[in-house]
């Protein structure tokens, strides 16, 4: 199968592990191991932990993680309808790989997190892109009449990387409805549900043929844990499970045992992270006031925002000209669109401070 390359993980790995400023991450920071046994207050779990054997797992995911990551969706599931897999990113590709057909057509947002439109479009599909607009985000007018386009699938992404766009509940059960009545497969990332103010809905919610795809990585804090899932119909897992035989078999022993001790303290984890999110939107708000050729829309869950510059410069170049700074930013063309770039602010505070006026200060030079 042809495989084009993921030109923001290109771009990373001869970025992001030698830059002094890291604002180009899309995932709230991470916690030491440390951390979360402290959080977890147990201590009995340091034993148990060290009693894990270190062998292959349930292809599926062990049964009390499976258990656990039901809790997270409102209509009571079985863990039968839980399939993990190393990050969201595997779900991702094997969903994509198991539902599509070279000739099909399928329904993707723009911008994009490259993988949730390249995979299909290399097995030979055609994406039908779904415009963000500044004004009005993503317009369900607009899905509408890409529907006539009669797609086989729907992907979607809510929260939205790297918008920070969250569709409305009335927006998800329009969705939902009308791909349960056509027989579309409708697909949701939603690694960055759990962190807008509240716990986001899921088009699980709205649909039981709907696939929502979650992740430790991104709400949590845990991305080294590399432990993801699918929430859908036990069919459409089983066919997910035959591919991810060639694939990892199963999610790491050792990072499901800690993935199922974060989710047993969600709640905690979730504020932590809630409250640095926040603390680093005012820090943006408060630097974004400076130059008023860089815009951007408050981030409406999630740890990214999408902004644009009007300096005349390619967001490649941009991302490198900012990187021999000190300062690292993700160029816009990787997620499909010029004039823009993705800047996460998930991490520490102080450092996203300094960071944002290495930045700024370049704007303003340039
Ligand atoms: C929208 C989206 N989905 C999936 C992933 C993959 O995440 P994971 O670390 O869970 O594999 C990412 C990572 O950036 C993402 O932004």
New binding site residues.
């Given amino acids: 199968m042809k495989v084009t390359p993921f030109s923001l993980e290109r771009f990373f790995s001869k970025t992001e592990f030698n830059v002094r400023y890291h604002l180009a991450a899309?995932a709230i920071q991470a916690w030491s191991l440390r951390e979360l046994l402290c959080l977890a207050n147990d201590p009995d779990l340091q034993f148990s932990l060290f009693a894990t054997r270190l062998g292959y797992t349930e292809p599926e995911g062990i049964p009390e993680l499976r258990q656990e990551i039901t809790r997270l969706y409102s209509n009571p599931t079985d863990p039968d309808h839980v399939f993990v897999t190393s990050?969201?990113?595997?779900a991702?590709y094997l969903l994509l790989n198991s539902l599509l057909e070279p000739g099909d057509r399928f329904i993707v947002q723009t911008p994009y997190?490259q993988?949730?439109s390249q995979v299909g479009i290399d097995l030979g599909a055609t994406a039908l892109l779904w415009h963000y607009r500044e004004d009005k985000g993503f317009d369900i007018h607009e899905f509408m009449d890409l529907l006539d386009q009669k797609p086989a699938l729907v992907m979607l992404?809510t929260p939205h990387?790297p918008t920070g766009f969250v569709f409305s509940p009335n927006e998800m059960r329009q969705i939902a409805e009308v791909c349960l009545e056509r027989e579309i497969y409708l697909l949701s990332?939603e690694?960055y549900r759990e962190l807008g103010e509240t716990l986001l809905p899921s088009m699980r919610d709205y649909s039981s043929q709907a696939v929502s795809?979650g992740?430790?990585?991104?709400s949590y804090g845990l991305?080294g844990l590399?432990v993801?899932w699918m929430m859908g119909p036990p069919e459409i897992i089983a066919r997910c499970a035959t591919k991810r035989d060639y694939t990892s078999l199963c999610s790491p022993a050792l990072g499901q045992h800690l993935a199922l001790t974060a989710l047993k303290h969600r709640t905690k984890i979730w504020d932590r992270n809630r409250q640095l999110r926040l603390r680093n939107i005012t820090l943006l708000e408060k630097a974004f006031k400076e130059d008023p050729t860089l815009r951007w829309q408050k981030s409406e869950a999630g740890v990214v925002a999408w902004v644009s510059y009007s300096t005349k410069i390619p967001s490649e170049q941009l991302g490198r000209e900012l990187h021999r700074r000190g300062v690292l930013v993700a160029p816009g063309i990787f997620f499909g669109e010029e004039g823009h770039f993705r800047l996460g602010f998930g991490g520490n505070s102080p450092e996203l401070e300094a960071g944002l006026a290495i930045m700024m200060d370049y704007f303003k030079q340039n």
Avoid: F, P, T, W
């Avoid at 992740?215 to 991104?218: A, E, F, H, L, R």
């Fill in positions: 899309s990050g969201a990113i595997e991702n997190y993988q949730l992404n990387n990332d690694v795809i992740s430790m990585s991104k991305a590399r993801g």
